[in-house]
């Protein structure tokens, strides 16, 4: 579609004489918010009333200071906060027909004819009876005198579209939902302070996450702190798991590890559907073994907090999409739902997701356990994989130091093992390459054998500046050296996400969980409100900025200049980077495995698809010859030639008050998006 043609298809989607309602309903997640935040703000720009309908559907229900009109200066403030500011409250009275009729009547003496539902599956199930059942409730409220045929026909179709705030991250056809990065955050936050305390008196914790019906909570947070055993409600462990746990935790024991970690989703179960408590797995580990086992059970602190920055860009993108399905929508249209499938926000059908979430808990009732996991579905320095000959496989960082680098070697190196390969460390990267600074984990003393060749090409590895130029130089120098003839992977490491050829880099999430985490605690001391002028403080984190407010604001206001710098680098990494470094490196290593066997009598390597980027493309894992991504780079600026992050500009303007369009090709919203269940291959991408 013609860029023309995308202004006009917006211009023809005016909000104008609509009426929308917003709610948020079940339990708190955080980044609900921020999904408010932007429904509000999106329908405001596009010219339609929004409403708050506040404690969920019993405000509904009940009506009268509960449904009250927003406006944009009643969502400011709002993006950092947790929970959910306009109330959630569990509500009989809807379940019942007397209830909707009350709810149908609320609405309709606004004129509100659009309904956005921020919650989880109960919620949104809600919300489809109550849009079925529309057109009987107003020839009720008709028949009863209180609307006439006039309203009745004005406002006889009611449009409802769904976005799901669950932590648990429970619901099909949505890679992630509102809040289940947060909590991740919350969980890992107390594993790391845990291990300190669990190292320094030899001591065996077991921690209980929140997940009745879902493990994805408890398997990715032990995927991100290396715990020793996790237990999960969708895949039961094996008869007599209890002596193999206790095997593996006593090996650990013995091999000078100081702690153990063991993770349980609330929901664990065995092969016949009983409970398997945090209390019964800490009891086997002390009469069997005798460590010294402590139980911690994180409840609700899982749902506290503010949102991480996943979580509100998230939510910010799904309210705006949720408002241009509302604005699309015709009588004949189902209600959709807004999900995010691999970096795209799309609209599936509510109830097929609905539905199929449901038949994920009909098969665990029925102890198809492995159709349960299928169901789930799907669903992400510089790190450098150098394959020598003899099955012997090297580890270097490239660049500047990223968060979840560290998670990603040890992947690399455990996967690696785990295929029978012995694994290298580099250090120093290439220069260390260059000096033969290589060493074998597990001491192992080898001799590497590359050095000389590594020698002969220093000249250009040294003034190499990114990793990807690398890549381009050792492919350059096989026509020379056959002993680069070998498979060659990189993996994306770069707190900017500038790395072409793939749309999230390793680092990326932790740099911008520490923006969001240093700009909360701004707000907090200096009371920002940005060219407020009632407030003291602007605060500006570069200098041009800086110098230009500081002159044009003398007698208004004050700045303050406050620079990250590498604050950004450091810190523990997020959730994500530790769950996405893990994966990608333990893909990467497979795809050197399938290469190394592919020419197994003696490695030789010398095709585009021999050295590869691995990165996240739109839904999918890619792996990209290099090469090929040399015309899509500006090797002047390190950046890719395409950045599909500046697609997210405007829509940031258009919510903090910007005179902007917005080009409706950037959303999920023009794509035909067909659910379909998952391929047995990608049963576990996402848990």
């Not at 065995?270 to 408590?277: E, L, Q």
């Not at 979430?357 to 492995?370: S, Y």
Request: proline residues 2%.
């Amino acid at each position: 579609m013609a860029q023309t043609d995308n202004k006009k298809f917006f211009e023809n989607l005016t909000g104008a004489g609509k009426a929308i309602a917003v709610l948020t309903s079940g339990g708190d997640a955080q980044g609900m918010n921020a999904a408010v935040r932007a429904v509000v703000r999106m329908g405001i720009y596009v010219g339609a009333k929004v409403y708050f309908v506040h404690e969920g559907y019993q405000g509904m229900v009940d009506g009268g200071d509960n449904i009250k009109e927003a406006t944009w200066e009643s969502v400011s403030s709002m993006l950092q906060m947790g929970g959910t500011v306009i109330g959630s409250a569990r509500c009989k009275d809807f379940r019942t027909h007397e209830g909707r009729l009350k709810a149908a009547h609320n609405l309709v003496q606004r004129g509100i004819t659009n309904l956005c539902v921020i919650g989880g599956d109960g919620s949104l199930t809600g919300a489809n009876l109550f849009r079925e059942e529309w057109s009987g409730l107003l020839a009720e409220l008709v028949q009863q005198g209180l609307i006439d045929e006039e309203a009745a026909q004005k406002y006889s179709a009611l449009h409802i579209v769904g976005m799901v705030g669950s932590i648990d991250n429970d619901f099909c056809g949505t890679d992630m939902t509102i809040g289940t990065d947060s909590a991740l955050h919350r969980i890992i936050e107390v594993v790391d302070a845990i291990m300190t305390t669990a190292q320094s008196h030899q001591r065996t914790f077991v921690l209980e996450v929140m997940g009745r019906h879902c493990g994805y909570l408890a398997l990715v947070s032990a995927l991100a702190c290396g715990a020793d055993w996790v237990l999960i409600p969708e895949m039961p462990p094996e008869d007599g798991w209890e002596e193999k746990m206790c095997q593996k935790l006593s090996a650990k024991r013995a091999g000078m590890k100081r702690l153990n970690i063991i993770i349980v989703a609330e929901g664990a179960i065995d092969r016949n559907n009983k409970a398997i408590t945090s209390d019964h797995v800490k009891n086997l580990v002390v009469q069997r073994l005798g460590f010294d086992t402590r139980v911690t059970i994180l409840g609700h602190v899982q749902r506290g907090g503010t949102p991480s920055a996943f979580d509100r860009i998230l939510a910010s993108r799904m309210g705006v999409e949720a408002v241009l399905a509302l604005l699309e929508t015709t009588a004949n249209t189902a209600a959709c739902v807004v999900s995010l499938c691999g970096n795209q926000s799309v609209r599936l059908p509510l109830m097929e997701c609905v539905q199929m979430t449901q038949e994920v808990q009909k098969a665990m009732d029925e102890k198809r356990f492995e159709e349960a996991v299928r169901l789930r579905g799907r669903c992400v320095s510089y790190v450098l994989f150098v394959t020598f000959s003899n099955f012997n496989v090297a580890v270097l960082n490239v660049g500047a130091p990223a968060a979840g680098m560290n998670a990603a070697v040890r992947s690399a190196v455990r996967v690696g093992i785990s295929e029978g390969h012995k694994m290298f460390a580099v250090s120093d990267g290439f220069e260390g390459f260059r000096k033969g600074q290589v060493n074998i984990y597990f001491y192992i003393p080898i001799l590497i054998t590359v050095q000389q060749v590594l020698n002969s090409v220093q000249n250009k590895t040294k003034q190499i500046a990114t990793a990807l130029e690398c890549l381009l130089q050792l492919c350059e120098a096989r026509s020379s050296y056959e002993e680069f003839c070998i498979p060659l992977c990189m993996l994306p490491a770069t707190i900017s996400n500038n790395v072409p050829g793939t749309n999230l880099s390793i680092g990326a999430d932790t740099a911008l969980n520490a923006i969001v985490e240093f700009n909360s605690v701004m707000d907090k001391n200096t009371n920002i409100n940005f060219l407020g002028m009632t407030q003291r403080y602007l605060v500006i984190k570069t200098d041009f900025i800086y110098q230009l407010y500081s002159e044009e604001g003398k007698g208004v206001f004050d700045c303050r200049k406050n620079v990250l710098g590498h604050m950004q680098q450091g810190g523990a990494p997020s959730p994500f980077d530790r769950n996405f470094g893990t994966k990608i490196a333990a893909k990467a290593m497979q795809w050197i495995t399938k290469k190394l066997n592919e020419s197994y009598r003696k490695v030789f390597a010398n095709t585009e698809d021999s050295a590869c980027l691995l990165g996240m493309r739109q839904r999918a894992m890619v792996f990209q010859p290099v090469v090929q991504l040399k015309d899509k780079t500006d090797f002047v600026h390190r950046i890719p030639k395409e950045q599909w992050w500046l697609k997210l500009r405007p829509l940031m303007k258009i919510l903090a008050k910007y005179k902007i369009s917005y080009d409706v090709s950037d959303s999920g919203q023009l794509e035909h998006v067909v659910l379909n269940r998952p391929k047995e291959s990608e049963a576990m991408a996402a848990i």
